[in-house]
């Protein structure tokens, strides 16, 4: 049975040479001459200390390539011609599921061939030398970034090649990224990265970790989110780390992005250790996009104003191109220099937007639910609490692949545009709070002339990437553009079976 214990010094050492033995990389990734490699860099070079001392919120894109100089050449360019404050190198698929001989593969014939036959950087395929040399060659701290259910072995090549912040957590990459992995056995991957992490950090080198906020990244309700940052962190601190962004994707209203991100933080520093260092991640849109650059482009630009109202420590920035898949650079750049004219335009600014704290006190309550319900469920164990509350359903994102979610939530749009929950499975949410949700569902079904259904689910789903926030109905879709209209069936609404 998982605990939410501290891995002992031993078993760390153990597991970590069984893990070195996997591939033949492993065998360079030193834990002492890592350490070493660490204190030599630069204050510049420190992931946690930048985070965590800048007075705006620091932009990064996201950028994987297979080739060691083709990832050198790319975020020196984004660095230049995008502005961006921190870097990231993003893995590719093969190394996130544990494929190294297939990743392997891929990067022989990128290497012949001149063509990216990866979606990303193969790190424990290019082994510690070679990520230290992109450390080098680089002037802003780099970041791992990945989407792996087991990614104890990158984690072992990446720390020691200098790396300073590791993304990721096991509940945010198992719940949305794979199927049959199990919960309580991602848990304790985890645990290792973690305490691994942990391992650095006792002596003297902050590893900066950050759980993946967007989860499905697909309308997901922010106090879910938020609930997932928050355990995912407890699980984090129980193994040492100290340096931990929590992570939040935005749902395209303001108010609710602005208020999600306000108590995101307000709750990470009320549950998570006092010596624990807190910082919040904003990641733009992660739905479809217009196939428009133009358009596209409205949708980063919503991103930085939000950004600048809610003050994040980091915004995870995207492309005007995100519709055609993997951008060019010059689109990655073109997407961190909208947020940051965005962010800098507005940042100075005394802007008063009504409706956030409200919002807000909605969030706040709704997670600590969610958070105080998985808790008790483990008596008291974060991580055994987990698994039993996905199990009962208690705790559940929407349209999650893993066998270990119910996935019985559904979301949908109200009037004004915030995510709310259409229907709740089993989720432990207080029935006044459940309310709130379903009259402000009712007032939009009226607005529309239609009832509540799961169309409005799969309308809003679809709507950004259409050039709305709402799913509304048209004229054509045999729904009504009155405001008012009434959900009648008999007057031209959609019925309940519909």
Not at 233 to 249: N, W
Not at 409 to 422: C, M, T, W
Not at 463 to 470: E, N, P, R, T, V
Request: aromatic residues 6%; proline residues 6%.
């Amino acid at each position: 049975m998982v605990r939410d214990e501290r891995i002992p010094g031993d078993q760390l050492r153990e597991t970590a040479d069984e893990l070195r033995d996997r591939w033949p990389t492993g065998a360079d990734a030193d834990f002492e001459a890592a350490v070493e490699f660490h204190e030599s860099l630069p204050e510049s070079k420190r992931f946690a200390d930048v985070l965590e001392s800048a007075d705006r919120p620091l932009l990064q894109p996201r950028a994987g390539v297979p080739r060691l100089d083709d990832q050198i050449d790319l975020l020196r360019y984004l660095e230049s011609e995008g502005g961006a404050d921190l870097l990231p190198t993003t893995i590719d698929s093969y190394t996130r599921d544990n494929e190294y001989g297939k990743a392997a593969e891929g990067l022989t014939e990128a290497r012949e061939s001149g063509e990216n036959t990866l979606n990303g950087f193969p790190a424990v395929n290019h082994g510690v030398d070679a990520c230290r040399e992109l450390v080098r060659s680089v002037d802003a701290p780099v970041e791992v970034r990945h989407g792996t259910p087991d990614a104890r072995l990158l984690a072992v090549v990446t720390l020691a090649g200098g790396f300073e912040s590791f993304e990721g957590g096991p509940i945010s990459y198992n719940i949305p990224y794979t199927k049959e992995h199990d919960l309580a056995e991602t848990i304790e991957h985890w645990q290792f990265v973690d305490r691994l992490c942990g391992a650095y950090t006792e002596r003297g080198v902050r590893i900066n970790r950050e759980p993946f906020g967007p989860l499905t990244g697909t309308l997901v309700p922010p106090a879910i989110a938020i609930a997932v940052m928050i355990l995912e962190g407890l699980l984090a601190t129980t193994q040492g780390v100290r340096s931990l962004t929590l992570g939040y994707g935005q749902v395209g209203n303001v108010v609710q992005d602005v208020a999600a991100l306000r108590a995101l933080r307000s709750l990470g520093e009320e549950y998570l250790p006092d010596d624990t260092v807190v910082t919040t991640v904003f990641h733009e849109w992660m739905g479809g996009f217009p196939p428009d650059e133009a358009r596209a482009s409205g949708v980063i630009g919503l991103g930085g104003a939000t950004a600048a109202l809610a003050r994040p420590d980091k915004v995870i920035t995207k492309s005007p191109q995100e519709f055609q898949g993997v951008p060019t650079r010059e689109a990655n750049a073109s997407g961190l220099r909208t947020t940051r004219q965005l962010v800098d335009m507005m940042i100075e600014q005394d802007i008063v937007v009504d409706g956030i704290d409200r919002e807000r006190e909605l969030i706040e309550r709704t997670a600590r639910s969610l958070v105080e319900t998985a808790i008790a469920r483990g008596d008291g164990d974060a991580a055994r609490g987990t698994v039993a509350a996905f199990e009962s359903g208690e705790l559940d994102v929407p349209f999650a692949p893993s066998d270990s979610a119910a996935a019985a939530v559904l979301p949908a749009r109200d009037d004004d545009g915030r995510v709310r929950v259409l229907e709740w499975g089993d989720l432990a949410v207080p029935d006044d709070i459940k309310e709130v949700h379903e009259a402000r569902l009712d007032e939009r079904a009226r607005t529309e002339g239609r009832s509540r259904s799961f169309r409005m689910v799969a309308d809003d789903v679809d709507a950004i990437s259409d050039g709305k926030l709402i799913g509304r109905p048209t004229a054509t879709d045999g729904g009504s553009e009155r405001r008012g209209a009434t959900d009648d069936p008999a007057s031209g609404g959609e019925s309940d079976a519909d």
